[in-house]
């Protein structure tokens, strides 16, 4: 989550809910959440609540700025974690409507499989992301460079 903020000399006065990259829905509006006067709290929820989209809102924001394009590896990854995501959602809706003898461990193990599936990739995304932040904070003026 700490990732969420690096730009180079902005402290949290840039700081908005998932790097502004998603639209609102409702009454959850990106920018008018609160983060000008609590960007701390707004982060924590954010990566409680939904870390997924701050995981890859951090990642594409980095990108944007330094021109950087997902290989091939990284597409098949996230769609197999979406597709593993969409299975387990469906599952579990089928699991309410139909009964079956096992039917409760099937959905459990595609549960875990697209939970482990979601850590491992949002784990290879924050790497490369810290990992890209390290390798241009080498290339920036020592007043651009985050505070740790």
Avoid at 42 to 51: A, I, Q, R, T
Avoid at 71 to 97: G, H, P, T
Avoid at 105 to 126: E, P, R, Y
Avoid at 133 to 143: D, G, H, L, V, W
Wanted: with cysteine.
């Amino acid at each position: 989550m700490a990732l969420n903020h690096a730009e180079p000399g902005s402290g949290w006065s840039n700081y908005t809910c998932c790097q502004g990259m998603f639209g609102g829905c409702c009454c959850i509006q990106p920018g008018n959440m609160g983060e000008k006067s609590c960007p701390q709290c707004c982060m924590c929820l954010e990566g409680c609540c939904c870390p997924g989209m701050a995981v890859s809102a951090t990642q594409g924001m980095i990108q944007q700025q330094h021109n950087l394009g997902l290989d091939s590896d990284d597409v098949r990854l996230i769609r197999c974690n979406n597709c593993l995501q969409w299975l387990a959602c469906i599952a579990s809706c089928l699991n309410i409507c139909i009964d079956f003898d096992g039917d409760d461990a099937c959905v459990s193990i595609i549960n875990l499989v697209a939970d482990i599936t979601f850590c491992c990739v949002s784990g290879c995304m924050t790497a490369r992301v810290y990992h890209e932040i390290n390798e241009r904070e080498k290339e920036a003026p020592e007043q651009y460079r985050m505070e740790r």
